[in-house]
Nanobody, 120 residues
Framework: QVQLVESGGDLVQPGGSLRLSCVAS????????MRWYRQALGKQRQMVAV???????DYVDSVKGRFTISRDNAKNTMYLQMDNLKPEDTAVYYC??????????????WGQGTQVTVSS
């Protein structure tokens, strides 16, 4: 059974930094795209950043230049470095991976979410 486990969420002041991590545990045979989403209170979930299998990345406009997504394929792990955080970045952050589990087919998996709060 494959699970995604996130960590790194916290309360931080505006202008501060956080680093989120997401690890895929279990019998993982391959991972394609990795994505970070976020959902603020009362709003729809939105994709924040993606890193594809080849390493290319893309970001929603509101975080470009402040957030950096990366992956470590050997560790089945994805990161989101968040710098110069703003109050509008406050949300629950979810990781998503398109992966192949042993004995299964390619499918999307989600983490449980980690709270990021930016406030003075």
């Amino acid at each position: 059974q494959v699970q995604l486990v996130e960590s790194g969420g916290d309360l931080v002041q505006p202008g501060g930094s956080l680093r989120l991590s997401c690890v895929a545990s279990g019998s993982v045979w391959g991972i394609r795209d990795m994505r970070w989403y976020r959902q603020a209170l009362g709003k729809q979930r939105q994709m924040v950043a993606v890193v594809i299998g080849g390493g290319g990345t893309d970001y929603v406009d509101s975080v470009k230049g402040r957030f950096t997504i990366s992956r470590d394929n050997a560790k089945n792990t994805m990161y989101l470095q968040m710098d110069n955080l703003k109050p509008e970045d406050t949300a629950v952050y979810y990781c998503n991976m398109n992966l192949l589990a042993k004995g299964s087919t390619w499918a999307d998996y989600w983490g449980q979410g980690t709270q990021v709060t930016v406030s003075s």
